[in-house]
């Protein structure tokens, strides 16, 4: 009996040890599989910034320009549409100029967008500081404060709403509308020293964060371009303005508000040759800028002489 005990114990323990043998083997792999996908996401990340567009000011120029010569021919394509919606006439023509001009009206705010540099600069900016904070994984300083902020920010949250339910709250904020609305309810918490505290947690977090955002954004070289790039834009659209300011600016304003068919195929034309000017200028400027001559005229060939 003694020795049958024994034999179990042992089997016991040699399938102990067996199981914990396949434990380990299980959490390794797990843990490798882990590792490998964290450095797949990182070299993921690598490539994206290698293969990301330069961001200085010339190469977002040149990105502008080929956006605003797209954006006008979507423009011009829609102005011709409504040209067409214009000329039509039966049941439903009304109806289909009203969409043709609202199809227009999309674009032509497109096109102004598009011919901004300072806009696109500012796109590509906030592009590049979302990518950055994606890759920012869990338990880095980042993810941490940022969690810790969120954590104070739904407490504070909280008790925003449990001290406007109380009823002496309430009393005080019938009628009111608007920034109205928004000032009594400010003026409610105010008093309220539990309040004020998380809010000053809450503050102090958010600066915490923005500390470390402000970080990692100086810390990468494509940032800095964009960024420089950014300042640049705004500098020359502001001397832009000023050179042209008290006469009429280049970027040519279109009515769009047409009462019927004559109207609308007047603000079509005006839209087309809008279009037709943007395309032109930015092509001449992507195609030759100051200095490059391309494709001079061919010198005359001596007479021959008889």
């Given at each position: 009996?003694?020795?049958?005990?024994?034999?179990?114990?042992?089997?016991?323990?040699?399938?102990?040890?067996?199981?914990?043998?396949?434990?380990?083997?299980?959490?390794?792999?797990?843990?490798?599989?882990?590792?490998?996908?964290?450095?797949?996401?990182?070299?993921?990340?690598?490539?994206?910034?290698?293969?990301?567009?330069?961001?200085?000011?010339?190469?977002?120029?040149?990105?502008?320009?080929?956006?605003?010569?797209?954006?006008?021919?979507?423009?011009?394509?829609a102005?011709?549409?409504?040209?067409?919606?214009?000329?039509?006439?039966?049941?439903?023509?009304?109806?289909?100029?009203?969409?043709?001009?609202?199809?227009?009206?999309?674009?032509?705010?497109?096109?102004?967008?598009?011919?901004?540099?300072?806009?696109?600069?500012?796109?590509?900016?906030?592009?590049?500081?979302?990518?950055?904070?994606?890759?920012?994984?869990?338990?880095?300083?980042?993810?941490?404060?940022?969690?810790?902020?969120?954590?104070?920010?739904?407490?504070?949250t909280?008790?925003?709403?449990?001290?406007?339910?109380?009823?002496?709250?309430?009393?005080?904020?019938?009628?009111?509308t608007?920034?109205?609305?928004?000032?009594?309810k400010?003026?409610?918490?105010?008093?309220?020293?539990?309040?004020?505290?998380?809010?000053?947690?809450?503050?102090?977090?958010?600066?915490?964060?923005?500390?470390i955002?402000?970080?990692?954004?100086?810390?990468?070289?494509?940032?800095?371009?964009?960024?420089?790039?950014?300042?640049?834009?705004?500098r020359?659209?502001?001397?832009?303005?000023?050179?042209?300011?008290?006469?009429?600016?280049?970027?040519?304003?279109?009515?769009?508000?047409?009462?019927?068919?004559?109207?609308?195929?007047?603000?079509?034309?005006?839209?087309?040759?809008?279009?037709?000017?943007?395309?032109?200028?930015?092509?001449?400027?992507?195609?030759?800028?100051?200095?490059?001559?391309?494709?001079?005229?061919?010198?005359?060939?001596?007479?021959?002489?008889?």
């Amino acid at each position: 009996m003694r020795r049958y005990v024994d034999f179990r114990l042992e089997s016991v323990s040699v399938w102990s040890a067996t199981s914990l043998l396949s434990l380990l083997v299980v959490m390794m792999v797990v843990i490798s599989a882990s590792a490998e996908q964290k450095t797949a996401e990182q070299r993921k990340a690598e490539q994206r910034r290698r293969a990301r567009q330069q961001q200085n000011y010339a190469a977002i120029r040149e990105r502008q320009q080929q956006a605003a010569i797209q954006a006008a021919q979507s423009q011009k394509n829609a102005a011709q549409q409504v040209l067409k919606a214009a000329e039509a006439t039966g049941e439903g023509a009304q109806a289909k100029l009203d969409a043709a001009l609202a199809k227009l009206r999309n674009e032509a705010d497109q096109l102004r967008d598009a011919e901004s540099t300072t806009r696109q600069a500012a796109k590509e900016l906030a592009e590049i500081e979302a990518e950055i904070l994606e890759e920012q994984e869990a338990g880095s300083p980042y993810q941490t404060a940022f969690q810790a902020m969120e954590t104070v920010r739904r407490s504070l949250t909280e008790m925003e709403n449990r001290i406007l339910a109380e009823p002496k709250s309430q009393s005080q904020l019938p009628g009111l509308t608007g920034s109205k609305m928004v000032d009594g309810k400010k003026a409610i918490l105010d008093l309220r020293s539990e309040y004020l505290v998380i809010k000053a947690e809450f503050t102090i977090k958010a600066s915490v964060v923005a500390k470390i955002r402000t970080e990692l954004f100086q810390a990468d070289a494509h940032w800095k371009g964009a960024s420089d790039a950014l300042a640049e834009a705004r500098r020359e659209e502001q001397a832009a303005e000023n050179d042209t300011r008290g006469a009429s600016s280049g970027r040519v304003g279109l009515n769009l508000k047409a009462r019927n068919a004559t109207e609308a195929a007047a603000a079509a034309r005006a839209a087309i040759a809008h279009a037709d000017a943007v395309i032109k200028a930015n092509s001449r400027d992507r195609n030759d800028p100051p200095g490059n001559k391309k494709n001079p005229p061919p010198k005359g060939k001596p007479q021959n002489k008889k």
